[in-house]
């Protein structure tokens, strides 16, 4: 079993940390609870929605789902798909994340087209227009919303999200003003990496998820993982806030673990 535990007072007080010994490993594991989450919440008589994320991590996930033998054990036609964010490019473009998880995992499941939400595109119906575009996939949202979710968002079962170097998650950098954002989807510009034009999910959209998974995998995420675990703020370092309603779990491989302190890491995964 990876070591697991919750954190103290300070930081993401609720999370829980798993972590596996390598960047494979990590991504078999985390497809492995997703299959048994979706699993359980149809098994429960619900549709669940699934939050999905990019990266080279996110993408290995979904490669890991597509393979694993216990795929079919789910109804894909009853599942809702969301992205957390995307790059404002062309739809053919590779950078995107739709393109990237439908090539990966949703070409090779039977879908239901109706349940598949993918951000606008720039060459779509609202062309250059990002924020048209951003609008847009917030009303789409709010028409998915349930009452008992107390919002204009869904309460995604499941919420997907990496971290950058520098702390940021979805498309939510630090000192950025979607660190501020009451809206749930908003126009992102002059990102610090590119594509410098972006649509994400912002704090609000985030913590509607039940439960909220932070990946990441590389010695090069050790610091924001730290930081984010450590007490850091929401606007410093984003990936501080993306919080479950019900559980955060932060997975990570060995590497990018490698400077929380072993306090952390003591009591066996539940």
């Not at 535990?5 to 007080?13: F, I, Y």
């Not at 998880?101 to 949703?106: C, E, I, Q, V």
């Amino acid at each position: 079993m990876s070591p697991s535990r919750s954190c103290g007072d300070a930081g993401l007080s609720a999370a829980q940390i798993a972590v596996q010994s390598s960047p494979e490993l990590l991504a078999a594991s985390v497809a492995a609870r997703l299959v048994t989450r979706l699993v359980d919440v149809q098994a429960a008589g619900s549709v669940p929605a699934v939050v999905l994320t990019g990266g080279r991590i996110g993408i290995s996930v979904l490669d890991h789902v597509q393979r694993a033998p216990a795929r079919d054990a789910v109804d894909w036609r009853r599942v809702e798909f969301w992205w957390g964010d995307e790059r404002f490019v062309p739809a053919a473009d590779a950078e995107r994340n739709e393109l990237q998880a439908r090539r990966t995992l949703l070409d090779h499941v039977p879908v239901d087209p109706t349940r598949v939400h993918p951000l606008p595109a720039s060459d779509g119906q609202f062309g250059a227009d990002v924020d048209a575009a951003a609008e847009w996939y917030a009303a789409e949202l709010a028409t998915h919303a349930q009452p008992e979710d107390h919002g204009p968002v869904p309460g995604f079962d499941v919420l997907l999200l990496g971290i950058g170097g520098e702390g940021h998650t979805a498309s939510i950098f630090p000192d950025s003003p979607a660190a501020y954002e009451e809206r749930s989807v908003v126009a992102v510009r002059n990102c610090p990496k590119p594509p410098p034009t972006r649509l994400t999910l912002t704090f609000p959209a985030l913590t509607s998820a039940h439960e909220v998974w932070m990946i990441a995998a590389g010695a090069d995420k050790a610091g924001a993982v730290a930081m984010a675990l450590g007490g850091a703020g929401r606007v410093q370092l984003p990936a501080a806030g993306a919080v479950g309603r019900n559980r955060t779990l932060w997975l990570l491989d060995r590497a990018a673990a490698g400077k929380l302190p072993a306090s952390l890491l003591r009591l066996p995964v539940s």
